[in-house]
């Protein structure tokens, strides 16, 4: 089974590449969506700038640890996703990083993950849905936010190993969208929860076929 799914996803990475690169325009305008004037989006604020403080104030070996923690757990969450058996991770004793091996080839989702994925946010997103509403939860989102934006933001340099993995050209084309889209996604939960996030999707497939109808349109006023 692993095996068909890691050559269906490589069939795929090209054309979702491109996808993500198409649907800039259109999540870049996505802003307009949000209703960002509430107490729950002033909460989630609070709790990014939460993680800001918090952060400067962490020992260099904890924020690493940190950081390395939700990059080799993001391999493992799409490694078993995809039905890979994981044989160990293991955290280096000089917060140098981390290693996830799994059985297997592997895929391109696997290797680009923690790059893009949420992990602990979306985990926090489901328990966060069982429990009672509260204003203080979207305080504790936006700090698992922060968490995430830092994450990626500290991992993406040129000494990473992953990103040749992937190729440069597919994480230029895929990395700066799957970005933004996770950022919106968690802010259309914070608004709306599990119905905000769909109509969040809806709202870019949507912006999307809007914008090809106007470059095709454009095309053939230049050509007629």
Same mark, same amino acid.
């Not at 889209?181 to 912006?207: D, M, P, Q, V």
């Given at each position: 089974?692993?095996?068909? =799914?890691?050559?269906?996803?490589? =069939?795929?990475?090209?054309?979702?590449?491109?996808?993500?690169?198409?649907?800039?325009? $259109? =999540?870049?305008?996505?802003?307009?969506?949000?209703?960002?004037?509430?107490?729950?989006? /002033?909460?989630?604020?609070?709790?990014?700038?939460?993680?800001?403080?918090?952060?400067?104030?962490?020992? $260099?070996?904890?924020?690493?640890?940190?950081?390395?923690? $939700?990059?080799?757990?993001?391999? $493992?969450?799409?490694? /078993?996703?995809?039905?890979?058996?994981?044989?160990?991770?293991?955290?280096?004793?000089?917060?140098?990083?981390?290693?996830?091996?799994?059985?297997?080839?592997?895929?391109?989702?696997?290797?680009?993950?923690?790059?893009?994925?949420?992990?602990?946010?979306?985990?926090?997103m489901s328990v966060m849905s069982l429990m009672p509403p509260q204003i203080m939860w979207h305080g504790?989102?936006?700090?698992? /936010?922060?968490?995430?934006?830092?994450?990626?933001?500290?991992?993406?340099?040129?000494?990473?190993t992953d990103l040749p993995k992937a190729g440069y050209l597919f994480c230029a084309l895929f990395l700066p969208a799957a970005n933004l889209w996770t950022i919106g996604s968690i802010l259309a939960f914070n608004?709306?929860?599990?119905?905000?996030?769909?109509?969040?999707?809806?709202?870019?497939?949507?912006?999307?076929?809007?914008?090809?109808?106007?470059?095709?349109?454009?095309?053939?006023? =230049?050509?007629?």
């Amino acid at each position: 089974m692993s095996r068909f =799914l890691d050559k269906l996803i490589e =069939l795929f990475k090209w054309p979702v590449a491109m996808y993500m690169f198409a649907s800039l325009p $259109a =999540l870049i305008a996505s802003r307009h969506y949000f209703d960002l004037a509430n107490t729950k989006t /002033l909460a989630l604020l609070v709790g990014l700038v939460a993680y800001v403080l918090t952060r400067t104030m962490m020992d $260099a070996s904890v924020k690493t640890s940190m950081q390395v923690i $939700a990059h080799e757990f993001a391999h $493992a969450f799409f490694a /078993l996703l995809t039905f890979h058996k994981i044989k160990h991770i293991v955290f280096h004793a000089d917060d140098t990083g981390g290693e996830m091996g799994f059985s297997g080839a592997g895929n391109w989702l696997i290797i680009i993950a923690p790059y893009f994925f949420p992990l602990f946010a979306l985990i926090y997103m489901s328990v966060m849905s069982l429990m009672p509403p509260q204003i203080m939860w979207h305080g504790v989102l936006g700090y698992f /936010l922060g968490y995430h934006i830092d994450t990626v933001g500290s991992q993406i340099h040129e000494k990473q190993t992953d990103l040749p993995k992937a190729g440069y050209l597919f994480c230029a084309l895929f990395l700066p969208a799957a970005n933004l889209w996770t950022i919106g996604s968690i802010l259309a939960f914070n608004s709306k929860g599990w119905a905000g996030i769909f109509e969040y999707f809806n709202l870019i497939n949507h912006l999307n076929f809007d914008y090809v109808i106007e470059a095709g349109e454009l095309l053939k006023s =230049l050509f007629s």
